[in-house]
C-alpha cells in the first residue's frame, strides 16, 4: 500500500523572516499528519528549514543538485554538502530546469544518479508542454524523460526515488490538469515501470504537480495512481499547503 506524500517548492521565493512563519506553522500543524510532507527550499535557506524543522514530521530538501561529486564546477551544489544539511529529498528536471536553464535528459539521468548515491531521495519531475499535448505525443515525452533514468541506472533505482508528473501547461498557470488527465499519465507512467518491474511500479509514489490548490487537491489525491502532490505557489502559503496536506 503506497503512502501519500506532499511536497512543496518554494522554487526562488523566500526570506529569512517569512520562512521562519511558514516553517513553523507547518511544523506546529504536521503532528497529526498520516501522509508525509515536505518542503524544498533554495539552497541558502537549508540550514534555516533543518534548524526548525529538525524532530518534527515535515522533511526537507533541495530543488536542485550538481552532478558532479566536486571540482571546479562554479556555482554548483553537490549532492554531499545537500546530505550536511540533512536533506531527505530533492528535486530534480524540474521543467524549469530543463526549459530555461538547458538540463538535458541525460543530465537530469546524471543528477538524479548523483543524488541516489549520495543517499538522498530524488523526486525525479516529468511532463509535457502544452504543444507537445497538442501534438499528441505527451506519452511518449514522458516515457523518454523516464527512460533515460532508467535506461541509465535500472529500474530498482526508482525503489529509492519519487516520480513527479508536472504538465508544464499546469505550472503556475492556474490551469490545471483535470483528475482524469492527470490519472491517465501517472497510469501510463506506473505501467511503464511495471513493464520492467512489477514490484517496483506498484510501491513508487507518483506525485502531481501543476497549479494544485486546497480547492482541487482532493479529487486529484482521489485518482487511484495519483499518490501526492508536488505544491509551487499554493506551498508558500502555510495554510493553502496545510489544507493540501490534509486532502492527501
Ligand atoms: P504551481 O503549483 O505554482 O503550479 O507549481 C507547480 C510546480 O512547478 C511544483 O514543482
Not at 509514489?205 to 482521489?222: C, D, H, P, R, T
Request: charged share 15%; aromatic share 6%.
Amino acid at each position: 500500500m503506497r503512502t501519500k506524500l506532499v511536497a512543496g517548492n518554494w522554487k526562488m521565493h523566500g526570506n529569512f523572516g517569512a520562512n521562519l512563519t511558514l516553517l513553523t506553522r507547518i511544523k506546529e500543524a504536521a503532528t497529526g499528519f498520516a501522509p508525509a510532507c515536505a518542503v524544498c527550499v533554495p539552497f541558502p535557506y537549508l540550514a534555516q528549514a533543518q534548524s526548525v524543522l529538525a524532530g518534527s514530521l515535515v522533511a526537507w530538501g533541495a530543488q536542485d543538485v550538481s552532478e558532479h561529486a566536486q571540482g571546479a564546477y562554479t556555482g554548483e551544489v553537490s549532492a554531499a554538502m545537500l546530505v550536511e544539511f540533512a536533506c531527505r529529498y530533492v528535486l530534480v528536471g524540474h521543467s524549469e530546469r530543463r526549459a530555461l536553464f538547458g538540463e538535458s535528459d541525460a543530465v537530469v539521468a546524471a543528477k538524479f544518479a548523483a543524488a541516489l548515491k549520495a543517499g538522498l531521495t530524488p523526486i525525479l519531475c516529468v511532463g509535457e508542454t502544452l504543444a507537445e499535448r497538442e501534438a499528441g505525443i505527451t506519452g511518449a515525452v514522458v516515457t523518454r524523460q523516464l527512460d533515460a533514468v532508467i535506461a541509465n541506472l535500472g529500474v530498482a533505482a526508482l525503489q529509492r526515488a519519487v516520480l513527479a508528473y508536472e504538465p508544464v501547461w499546469a505550472i503556475g498557470t492556474g490551469r490545471t490538469a483535470s483528475p482524469q488527465q492527470a490519472q491517465e499519465v501517472h497510469a501510463l507512467i506506473r505501467a511503464r515501470v511495471a513493464g520492467c518491474a512489477a514490484n517496483v511500479a506498484q510501491n513508487v509514489q507518483i506525485l502531481y504537480g501543476g497549479s494544485v490548490k486546497a480547492s482541487n487537491a482532493q479529487e486529484l489525491f482521489a485518482m487511484p495512481d495519483i499518490d501526492g502532490g508536488l505544491i509551487g505557489g499554493a506551498s508558500l502559503v502555510a495554510e493553502d499547503f496545510l489544507a493540501i496536506c490534509r486532502a492527501a
